[in-house]
């Protein structure tokens, strides 16, 4: 059983930086490929970020450059820094765990307004 804690998420102004972190207990944390989802209001979950247990990431097209997944497996955690952010990245940001059949964060919401 692995349980995911999302923490990090507010509101912003655009061009702004937030750090999201998601906390993982339950599992060996470091053998499995991690991601961060996000789903925006009306629209399908989509994949932003992905990290390997090695460290290889990647990303989405649209947050390229802007987002920034790392992971210390160690403290079993995940982390997202956002920086130049968007009004069109306001979503529920969701941390996932390929783990076994794959397990979910509750989610945080990240708003990017003027």
């Known amino acids: 059983q692995v349980q995911l804690v999302e923490s990090g998420g507010g509101l912003v102004q655009p061009g702004e930086s937030l750090r999201l972190s998601c906390q993982a207990s339950g599992s060996i944390f470091g053998f499995y490929v991690l991601d961060w989802y996000r789903q925006a209001p009306g629209k399908q979950r989509e994949l932003v970020a992905t990290?390997?247990?090695?460290?290889?990431?990647n990303y989405t097209e649209a947050v390229k450059g802007r987002f920034t997944i790392s992971r210390d497996n160690a403290k079993a955690l995940l982390y997202l820094q956002m920086d130049s952010l968007k009004p069109e990245d306001t979503a529920v940001y969701y941390c996932?765990?390929?783990?076994?059949?794959?397990?979910w964060g509750q989610g945080t919401q990240v708003t990017v307004s003027s």
């Open positions: 996932h765990s390929r783990a076994g059949l794959g397990y």
């Open positions: 990290i390997s247990s090695g460290g290889t990431t």
